[in-house]
């Protein structure tokens, strides 16, 4: 069964501090990977998404991450965070032979100004 | 034009009741779930169905019960309301299963 491990369940940071968040996945196939964020009372939005190609994918507001297929891992980072990044971060993973999507139990980022 | 809504927006009722959550898509797409996120903000998923068809079915209560009309329609209905209820439920949908999803605004049910 696939399995999402985000090991950072609250990250507090100041306003321009670089930000990495950890994910690590378990699935015995080729996978689609994923991060949304919840900003507060709100829903998921897709953040960045990876399917092939390229392992360092770019997203929207200056987020990216880099899938790293020997470590299970597709990290999410940012070089210089804002206090409009306060959210709950999540990553999910997708086998791609149209498998479900599983998600990680969330990161909540407050960025302090 | 929202691309996925759900009504009601907020929901409070009380134990034993029974209620419905609506979930409309305007993308086009073939797959929809369902999914529970707590208090803690764990994210759950309940069902997802591809083109009307019911194809994941997780460790859900027999209390709840989705009908998907069509493929841009996915409705859930509750029975026999209880205080572990209480969530915020999320639709979604996606172009296919393990493709990107795109969410609702959710509903907040509360059971009292």
């Known amino acids: 069964a696939q399995s999402v491990s985000q090991h950072n369940h609250h990250v507090i940071l100041s306003e321009a501090a670089s930000l990495e968040l950890g994910c690590n996945y378990s699935?015995?196939?080729?996978?689609?990977l994923f991060w949304y964020v919840q900003y507060p009372g709100q829903h998921l939005q897709l953040l960045l998404k990876?399917?092939?190609?390229?392992?360092l994918v770019k997203g929207i507001k200056g987020f990216e991450a880099e899938f790293i297929k020997s470590k299970f891992s597709f990290n999410l980072r940012k070089p210089s965070v804002q206090w409009s990044d306060t959210a709950e971060y999540f990553c999910?993973?997708?086998?791609?032979?149209?498998?479900?999507?599983?998600f990680g139990d969330g990161t909540t980022l407050t960025v302090k100004p | 034009d929202t691309a996925v809504s759900q009504t009601p927006k907020y929901l409070v009722t009380q134990m034993g009741n029974d209620k419905s959550i609506k979930c409309e898509q305007n993308?086009?797409?073939?797959?929809m779930y369902w999914y529970k996120q707590d208090s803690k903000k764990f994210l759950k998923i309940m069902f997802s169905?591809?083109?009307?068809?019911?194809?994941i079915n997780e460790t859900v209560p027999n209390r709840f019960s989705p009908k998907s009309p069509d493929k841009a329609h996915l409705n859930l209905h509750i029975n026999s309301l209880e205080l572990g209820d209480s969530a915020v439920y999320f639709c979604?949908?996606?172009?296919?299963?393990?493709?990107?999803?795109?969410f609702g605004p959710g509903t907040r049910l509360t059971v009292t």
């Open positions: 979604a949908s996606s172009n296919l299963l393990g493709y990107e999803q795109y």
């Open positions: 699935y015995g196939g080729t996978v689609n």
């Open positions: 990876y399917f092939s190609g390229d392992p």
């Open positions: 999910a993973v997708a086998g791609t032979n149209a498998g479900k999507s599983t």
């Open positions: 993308l086009g797409h073939d797959t």
């Open positions: 169905y591809n083109n009307k068809e019911l194809i």
